[in-house]
């Protein structure tokens, strides 16, 4: 199954190649990882999406705990929570084409940030799948380029990772 | 006191009680090494290769329990002293070991013996740390120790830039008396109500078996486990790293378990329907085949890291854990408790396991002619009456030692299990004999271990370490040979050498006394005049039968009821307990 682990780790140099060489070392795979500083600039947040059994997740986390620089983490798949992904699109451009990407971009309720004669920067959020679904209608031959965040997530209510 | 970052470092081990400090200098920590020169409290050893300095650390830490100290210069120092960390790393021994560095201006250069220490050590350490500023390095070495030292211990490197250990630099140095980490908060105490569980379980038994591993001895947890064991009275089998923790000479006591442990210990494990592992992690040289492991048993499992636990074996009541706090609530829960065991059950698999052990399953056949390894450790263990620490290399002279000397105390049985680094025993012997001055200290070696750190034959000579070297010589990587044997047909495919030192020669080259014992008769009188000569290195040339094997073997992918026995058992299973 898909798991969403957050992690508050410390804001050393160094912190992410722990937890980058853990996954390697043992063999567990990483879909996607982010990380950035958060509010405390002590510490970084990382989201990091795997999947494996409920043992092999069960070992990730036991294992991410035990590193000497993680202060916390939860694994957000074990309770409700929403989660986002952020998406950056280059498309080609003509004449003909302009208006039709652009709608399409609206009924995704994406945001044109960038515009040449000859190309769009769209500009996307959503969860992953439906980043999927906009990539998949577009036209592959004007696909430009695509870069995407990978997933960040949060659990619902008062329930939080933080000190 | 306004200090240099080198006689920070320095100051901070005299603070941390260090006695010892393990290394081999170099460019990069000459700072450090002029702070050393200018005090008198920690005695610096000069080793003949990185790598027996951490060795030699690592059995100083596991024959005291204290924290062992390297130090090593930047580069080649630091790669040669990688093996002896990972060898730390995996049988969790507490260890500081500071690495010199290049500047901090030229990091990232590709400088003069730069390698990235902090990258190449992550996977094989418990923490380490690269020091970028001098206000850090107190605060950095205080926390070394204190992660070396609490939780599951391990080794951790402070890698120490060159400038940062500048003499013309100093700033007030103050020592943090204690020091807390948000981040590093390791559990002592066991859950109540999941101790509740184990005890009712345990009480319940009718075939259970107490399963116990280097975690008891890590936790100077041995006194607890002897209560706990003798007031169930239950069987007790150790792991190679557990030896000593439970006394080996106790009626209780069924021996090893595992690749190479004992009939009546394996059998006992498979058929029990209870087992409570304590500080052990179910290592595959202990499990066998994973599918097959322990069929009937319910599982509680004490340890301290929460990643030891249902890592290979799921296992029915966890125990997060101290292994002396867990023991102790255990041993108050079972004395208040109204249940008692089931007596009758217990007599009936007590003596199913007496008809295990009448198998006599590490019988060997004495001979006249030609020496046998497992009768050189028998007297070994009857000339030192069962007192010396044992320090041993990896091959099958390895686990000769840990079937045929009996270890009734913790601390004393000093081999590297979860590595099985060729090259331990020597340096090893001497790290122990530095601890223990006034103990008989034997390094049982092979003739392929012993010259993987002969070198240190010199460190032993200059520090007056009067270890005595048992070298089980049978011309063969002995267990490489083993598996070629069983495995391969016997195509003994590099697992000998053509040529061997003359390893009394080798042994007076360096200062020591060398003897060849060719003849089993000789064998106790030289092992007496050996032990007699209280302040000499005696090196031991022990020449062995070539073909003896080890036995008991699981091999490979097998289970603990499958078994290759030295001979066939005569005694017939009482199959009807499954
Ligand atoms: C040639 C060769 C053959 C071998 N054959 C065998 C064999 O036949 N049988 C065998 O048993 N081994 C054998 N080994 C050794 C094997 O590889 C492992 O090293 C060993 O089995 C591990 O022992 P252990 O389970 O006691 O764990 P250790 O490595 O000693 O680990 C200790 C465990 O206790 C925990 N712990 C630490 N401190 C505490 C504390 N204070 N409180 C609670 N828990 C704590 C740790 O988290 C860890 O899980 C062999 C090795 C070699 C080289
Ligand atoms: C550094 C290292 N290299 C290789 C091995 C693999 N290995 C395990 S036992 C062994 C042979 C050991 O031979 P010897 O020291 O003579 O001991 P014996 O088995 O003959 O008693 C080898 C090569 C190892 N454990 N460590
Ligand atoms: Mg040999």
Request: proline fraction near 4%.
């Amino acid at each position: 199954m898909r798991h969403i682990i957050s992690i508050l780790i410390e804001n050393e140099s160094g912190a992410l190649s722990r937890v980058a060489g853990l996954f390697s070392a043992r063999g567990y795979n990483i879909e996607s990882l982010t990380v950035a500083p958060t509010e405390d600039s002590t510490l970084s947040r990382m989201t990091l999406v795997t999947r494996g059994s409920d043992e092999v997740i069960e070992q990730i986390t036991k294992q991410l705990n035990k590193l000497i620089d993680v202060v916390k983490l939860i694994d957000l798949a074990e309770a409700v929570h929403v989660e986002r992904e952020l998406m950056l699109v280059k498309v080609k451009t003509m004449d003909e084409t302009r208006e039709e990407v652009r709608r399409l971009a609206e009924i995704f309720r994406g945001k044109i940030i960038d515009v040449t004669s000859s190309s769009y920067v769209i500009e996307m959020t959503g969860p992953s799948d439906k980043l999927d679904a906009f990539v998949a209608a577009l036209d592959e031959e004007s696909l430009v380029e695509v870069v995407r965040s990978g997933p960040m997530g949060m659990s619902r209510g008062e329930k939080g990772l933080h000190l | 006191m306004e200090l240099s970052g080198g006689e920070i470092v320095v100051q901070s081990l005299i603070d941390e009680g260090v006695e010892f400090l393990f290394g081999y200098p170099g460019g990069a920590v000459l700072h450090l090494y002029d702070a050393i020169f200018h005090q008198q409290k920690v005695k610096h050893i000069l080793v003949r290769h990185e790598q027996a300095a951490v060795h030699s650390a690592d059995a100083y830490a596991r024959s005291t329990g204290k924290p062992g100290v390297v130090i090593v210069t930047s580069g080649p120092g630091a790669t040669n002293a990688v093996t002896g960390i990972a060898t730390a790393h995996l049988d969790s021994i507490p260890m500081v070991i500071i690495s010199g560095q290049v500047g901090t201006p030229v990091i990232g250069s590709d400088a003069f013996q730069e390698v990235d220490m902090v990258g190449i050590t992550r996977p094989c350490v418990k923490h380490n740390f690269l020091v970028k500023d001098i206000a850090d390095l107190a605060v950095t070495m205080k926390k070394a120790f204190h992660v070396a030292t609490t939780g599951r211990p391990g080794p951790v490197v402070v890698d120490v830039p060159k400038d940062i250990t500048d003499p013309a630099i100093k700033i007030p140095y103050v020592y943090p008396k204690e020091i807390s980490m948000r981040s590093y908060n390791p559990v002592v105490k066991g859950h109540t109500g999941q101790i509740k569980k184990a005890v009712d379980l345990l009480l319940n038994a009718q075939r259970p078996i107490i399963y116990a591993g280097g975690g008891v001895i890590l936790g100077n947890g041995s006194n607890e486990l002897t209560e706990f064991a003798k007031l169930l009275g239950y069987p007790v089998t150790n792991t190679l790293m557990g030896l000593g923790g439970y006394p080996a000479t106790d009626k209780q006591f069924v021996g090893m378990l595992g690749m190479h442990g004992t009939y009546e210990a394996n059998m006992a494990m498979h058929e029990s329907d209870v087992i409570i592992a304590i500080g052990a992690r179910f290592d595959d040289r202990v499990t066998g085949k994973l599918e097959e492991f322990c069929p009937y048993a319910k599982i509680i499992h004490i340890d301290i890291d929460p990643s030891s636990i249902s890592k290979t074996v799921k296992v029915d009541v966890p125990i997060v854990g101290e292994v002396t706090a867990v023991l102790k609530e255990m041993i108050a829960l079972i004395k208040a408790s109204n249940i008692t065991c089931d007596q009758k059950a217990l007599d009936a698999w007590w003596s199913q396991i007496n008809k295990w052990r009448d198998v006599d399953c590490l019988k060997y056949d004495y001979s006249e002619d030609i020496i046998k390894p497992q009768y050189v450790v028998e007297q070994l263990y009857e000339v030192t009456k069962g007192e010396a620490f044992v320090t041993s290399d990896v091959g099958q002279h390895q686990m000769f030692a840990a079937q045929y000397y009996h270890f009734d105390k913790p601390r004393r049985w000093i081999n590297s299990g979860g590595l099985g680094t060729m090259g331990f025993g020597l340096p090893a012997a001497i790290g122990v004999k530095l601890a223990h001055p006034d103990a008989d200290v034997a390094c049982i070696t092979g003739e392929a271990s012993i010259q993987m750190c002969i070198q240190e034959l010199a460190t032993a000579t200059q520090y007056r370490t009067p270890v005595k070297v048992i070298n089980l010589n049978n011309r063969y990587m002995g267990m490489v040979r083993q598996w070629q044997e069983f495995s391969y047909q016997s195509r003994y495919s590099e697992s000998y050498m053509d040529t061997i030192p003359d390893f009394v020669k080798l042994a007076e080259a360096y200062g020591h006394v060398g003897m060849k014992i060719e003849k089993p008769i000789d064998v106790r009188p030289a092992l007496e005049e050996a032990f007699a000569m209280k302040d000499k290195l005696v090196f031991m040339d022990f020449i062995t039968d070539r073909t003896e094997n080890v036995f008991p073997m699981i091999e490979a992918g097998k289970s603990h009821h499958d078994m290759k026995l030295r001979v066939a058992p005569g005694t017939p299973i009482d199959r009807e307990l499954a």
